[in-house]
């Protein structure tokens, strides 16, 4: 039997889930846990659009400001964090509420994580010729006799990937497919419900563009010059927080501040496109549809509601 109750509330950035979670958590005596590859980061306040102070202090958050900008944190280090959370909230009598869109992480701790052996260049270099010379639906075919069920879900134009099973099954003997299934079975530990939010593309797109416009208007230009200027600025995966290349390259003096703006904009309406794509290969979510005039508080009931049925 599953040891714990975990609800996780996901969507597309833009979608207002962090003002419904803090509703929510409050109607149900949760505490929030992040499920956002880049709150966990310090000093990156405004570019990652971390709640309010005022919120975080009526409602506890946890997983956010845990790391500096420079410093590697991958999905193995979330999920070991987060289990700690977890234990945690409940040793309180809390309900952890994980609020986020990092598809990655959910995967992660529903799943579990298949790392899988070391990257291999020389051989990785070798496909890639291949692919050059013969195209990509060649090495798929390869694939596909060597294993189909990887072969299917892999799109024939989706290099990295097919490249990543190819590798794998070149340094084990084993399709990833089986692997994946060995080492990512899904939990035991918690009973999970999953729900999310969604929005009407213009709705999403005016939404994102306004949230934009706030950020600028809080100081995300300076938040940006303060850590591009850093004696150690974002590393690696920091760097990739929507907003900060494109300002930096302002900041080098690259273009006009509102072409940068217009940029940071397009970017995050095309990575809530990724995200949606992510979210529709996850199993078990049930989905809320927002409409532009429905009130955080609203929501919130709805999700409430949902959540007591699912016990």
Known sequence: ?????????????GTGKSAVAAILAAKIGAEIISLDSMKIYRGMDIITAKPPAERRRKVPHHMM??????????????VKDAERAVSQVTSRGAAPLFVGGTALYLKALTEGIFEGPAAAPEFRAKLRRQASELGTLHLHQRLEKLDPVAARKIHSSDLRRIERALEVYEKTGKPISQ?????????????????????EKTD?????????????????????RRLGSSPRPPGKEASQALGYKELLAYLRGEGTLTEAVELVKLHTRQFAKAQMTWFKRLEGVEWFDVAADEAADQVAERLAAYAAKQV
Do not use: C, N, W
Not at 65 to 78: C, M, Q, R, W
Not at 179 to 199: C, N
């Open 204 to 224: 999403l797109r005016q939404r994102i563009d306004r949230r934009v416009d706030s950020m600028m208007a809080k100081g995300l230009l300076e938040e940006v």
């Open 179 to 199: 692997l994946q299934k060995q080492f990512a079975r899904p939990s035991e530990k918690h009973d999970t419900v999953i729900m999310g939010l969604r929005r």
């Open 65 to 78: 400001d845990i790391a500096e900008p420079h410093e590697h944190f991958d999905t193995a280090l979330y």
């Open 1 to 13: 039997m599953p040891e714990t109750r975990v609800l996780f509330l996901i969507g597309q950035t």
